[in-house]
Each structure stands twice: as structure tokens, then as C-alpha cells.
């Protein structure tokens, strides 16, 4: 029978006064990091020095070499399950190594001393710390993987509870089912999928369906993810509900039209290649010779001339054509520095960021245009609030910009709105639109969104202030 674990049954007292290392700072790392912290954990994060670096000091942690993680009573190891074998960490017998992924303990030949756990959110990295600050958690797997001590599994389920995975259930698997779980997606039902797609664009062709209705049918108009949505929120039978009787009776009778396909044993096969470690030999090998397949897969089905296609479609139907994947990238490392460097106050770096410095303010009216304005729109608001910071929770792309969620937090120590400081503290969440010059990665304008009544309300400044 199932086990799945509830947050009654995770006790942080078990983490007290043990110093809980964060190994890495990506998407993961990060939220972990947070999450552990606001659970009162004593966090430290180790990771080289580099771009994350940066992020987690302005981010207000201290840091460490990756070595020097080794030492800690619980480390947390959070970066690409094939970097993890070769991470320089000497585990002492009692110590707990946590990893977010079964992958390197399965087949990686990840084997550290101490006890083991696993502990995997079925989430985004980003979206974990938005799920903890929004107190609805996510599920999660969790198991053992080694328990030296006797008491691994109270300390992994302190940790799982330390960063909101047993708000909504963990469920109990060994390293080896997670990873086969993850990786059979992947490799037995993405395929599969990716076939019948390609039959049914075929049958539709032949009958002068247009290929704009059919990709819009498919994905394009946003209608599947929507329904998968549903299924998630309230399930098959009830979602069948927001389904006209012809779309139920076609679905439910049609049941069964491809039984006569031998599926199951193909996916069998599939699996136990997974599950056998034939996969992650052939990977390693793949890795050795430095991903020469991986790159004529990627031309075969990845390259130009599907790109072309994607965007030819997406032209016709007038649909934003995205940006480029590299522009993309560069533009979120420009967010990322900015609002890094005003946790820092380094506001040279952060004017260094616009090719025009303009803040907008959407809520006061206010709008702080050109160099000078800036720099005395950051001396008024850090005389007001001497710590103001942001905490990051999820970034989205648009063609011209940068969507920004955050959590602004602050203490108020100076003159505010013609009020004297009440030394309060405030955290708001807040949007900001990041907007970039046409086809550049430098920003013309920063405009912020946010309820102003939530500050004055926890600074308790009367609203017609």
C-alpha cells in the first residue's frame, strides 16, 4: 500500500541547530534556500563562483566553497543530476545528503556516506517558493535511500516539511521508482504521444483541414493544456462536465478504437531499458563523447528548418513570432542583475542595466525619468526603508519585455509619505514589467504594479496618506 506522508508528520526541531548546506543556486537551489530560511532553518549556500554566487549574497546568504559543504550535518544537493558524481563532497557517517532527484542515486553512482534521502517536488523550481509563500505547498516524493543512523527518515521528512513539500502529501518512493517514473515520461509516453500527433495531422491534411487549424486545435489556442488543467484541478469525471453531450458521447464511445496496437509491449520495452540502467549507460557514453547524437537528433528534429516551419505558422495566423532563445536569456541575466544589484545598493550596476533610466510607478503616479531622477528615487526610498529588498519568485517572457513577481520587504526607518518611521516591517508582492529596447537587452523602463494599501496597512500609516 502507498505511503504518503502529511505535514503533521515532519518535525523542524529535528533540524535545530544543524546547519542545513544548500548545494547550488539554480531554480531549485534558490527556492530551497528561501523556504529553509523562512523555516527557521540555519542555511548556508555553497556554489562556485560565479552568476548564482552573486544572487545568493544579494539574497542575503552566507556563502561557500562546494567543498566545504561536506562538513555540514544536512546538505542539500541541488544541481544537474550528472554534475553530481563529480561534486567534491566527503560525507561524514552521520550526516544526511539530500538530493531532489532519484537519477544519481539509481544510476548516477552518487554514494555518499550517512544517511540518504530523496526528496523531489512535482513542481518547477521557481514555483516551489511561490507554493511556500502561498501556504498550499506541493506534493512530493520522499524516501530513504540509505539510513545509517536510524533516524533518517524523521530528518528527511523535517526537510521536506522545512521547504512546503508535505502540505499537500508526499508520496513514499525509493530513488530507482522516481527516476524511472521521470525518465518512462520522457521516453515511452512523450514519444507515443509525438506519433499519434503526427498520424492525426496526416488524416486531417488528406482531408484539406489547413495546418494553421489543426496545430491550433492541437496546441496552439491554449484548449488541451486548459483541459489537462482541469484534470489536475477536479478530474476526469467531473471535467467531462465542461464538455458538450456530442464532445462526451464522441470521446466515450471511440474508447477502445486503438486496442488492437500492441502499445503496452513497446512501452514495456522502453521502461526496462530505463529500469535496467541500459539508458544511463548509453547517456554516460553519450556524455564521454562529448553529445555528438544528441546533436543530430536536435538537427533531425530540433533544427532550422522545423524552427522555420513553427514560425511561418505562427506568422500566418498573426501570433507573436517569440523571441530568440539566446535574446531570452540575456535578457533575463539583464532582470536578474538588476534586481540583484538593488538588493546589493550597487546602483551603478543597476543603472548599468538601462539604455534609459525610467522607473514607473503604477499605483502613486510617479515617474522617475533620466539618470538624476533615479538616483534620487533610490536615496528617498533607502532612506525610508534602509534594507528594502526583493525576493524573486518567478519570471515570464513577453516579446518586448520581462514579467517580474516578486516580494518587495523593507523596514521602515525614515521619513515615508510625510510620516515618521514606525520601524515596522513590510513585505507585498508586487509585478514589474521589465520593458527592453526593440530587439536589445538593455531597459527603457521598469514599471511597477503593486496594491499600495498593503504597505501603508502593515506599516500602520492611515490609507489617505
Known amino acids: 500500500m502507498t505511503t504518503i506522508y502529511r505535514d503533521h508528520q515532519g518535525d523542524l526541531s529535528t533540524l535545530r541547530q544543524q546547519r542545513v548546506a544548500v548545494v547550488g543556486y539554480g531554480n531549485q537551489g534558490r527556492s530551497w534556500a528561501l523556504n529553509l530560511r523562512d523555516s527557521g532553518c540555519d542555511v548556508r549556500v555553497h556554489v562556485r563562483d560565479d552568476a548564482t554566487r552573486a544572487r ?24 544537474p543530476d550528472d554534475i553530481i558524481p563529480t561534486l567534491p563532497l566527503r560525507r561524514p557517517d552521520d550526516g544526511l545528503t539530500i538530493v531532489a532527484s532519484g537519477y544519481s542515486l539509481a544510476f548516477g553512482g552518487f554514494a555518499p556516506a550517512g544517511d540518504v534521502g530523496l526528496i523531489a517536488p512535482r513542481m518547477l523550481g521557481p514555483e516551489v517558493r511561490r507554493c511556500y509563500l502561498e501556504g498550499g505547498g506541493f506534493i512530493t516524493a520522499l524516501g530513504v535511500h540509505e539510513d545509517r543512523t536510524g533516524h533518517a527518515l524523521e530528518r528527511v521528512l ?39 500527433n503526427g498520424a492525426f495531422v496526416a488524416a486531417l491534411l488528406e482531408r484539406d483541414i489547413p495546418i494553421e487549424a489543426i496545430l491550433t486545435e492541437l496546441y496552439l489556442s491554449g484548449e488541451v493544456e486548459r483541459n489537462y488543467r482541469l484534470l489536475r484541478e477536479v478530474g476526469f469525471v467531473r471535467q467531462l462536465d465542461f464538455h458538450s453531450p456530442t464532445s462526451q458521447y464522441g470521446q466515450l464511445s471511440r474508447r477502445g478504437t486503438f486496442d488492437h496496437l500492441d502499445v503496452l509491449s513497446r512501452m514495456r520495452e522502453l521502461i526496462d531499458d530505463v529500469a535496467s540502467g541500459r539508458f544511463a549507460a548509453e547517456w554516460e557514453a ?50 536578474r542583475e538588476h534586481m540583484g544589484s538593488e538588493n546589493r545598493q550597487d546602483f551603478a550596476a543597476t543603472l548599468a542595466t538601462f539604455a534609459h533610466p525610467r522607473y514607473e510607478i503604477v499605483p ?20 525610508a526603508f534602509p534594507d528594502q529588498r526583493n525576493e524573486l519568485r518567478a519570471l515570464r517572457h513577453a516579446d518586448d519585455a520581462v514579467i517580474a513577481e516578486f516580494d518587495l520587504l523593507g523596514t521602515h526607518r525614515g521619513p515615508f509619505l510625510g510620516n515618521p518611521p514606525t520601524g515596522r516591517e513590510f513585505r507585498c508582492a508586487m509585478v514589474a514589467l521589465f520593458v527592453f529596447e526593440h530587439g536589445g537587452d538593455r531597459l527603457v523602463c521598469e514599471r511597477v504594479y503593486f496594491d499600495a494599501a498593503t504597505i501603508l496597512r502593515q506599516l500602520g500609516i492611515a490609507a489617505a496618506s
Do not use: N, W
Open 286 to 335: 553519450e556524455s564521454r563523447a562529448g553529445h555528438p547524437r544528441l546533436a543530430e537528433l536536435r538537427a533531425l528534429h530540433a533544427g532550422p528548418a522545423a524552427q522555420e516551419f513553427e514560425e511561418s505558422v505562427r506568422r500566418s495566423l498573426g501570433l507573436p513570432e517569440g523571441v530568440p532563445s539566446d535574446l531570452r536569456e540575456r535578457r533575463e541575466a539583464v532582470v
Open 364 to 383: 502613486t503616479g510617479q515617474v522617475f525619468d533620466g539618470e538624476e531622477a533615479v538616483r534620487q528615487y533610490y536615496a528617498a526610498s533607502r532612506a
Open 158 to 196: 523535517a526537510v521536506a516539511k522545512a521547504i512546503g513539500g508535505l502540505r499537500q502529501g508526499a508520496i513514499e518512493m525509493t530513488p530507482h521508482q522516481e527516476a524511472v517514473l521521470d525518465l518512462a515520461v520522457e521516453q515511452a509516453l512523450s514519444p507515443m504521444l509525438t506519433h499519434a
Open 56 to 79: 545568493a549574497v544579494a539574497d542575503g546568504f552566507a556563502i561557500g566553497e562546494v567543498a566545504d559543504a561536506s562538513a555540514a550535518p544536512v546538505v542539500c544537493v541541488l544541481v
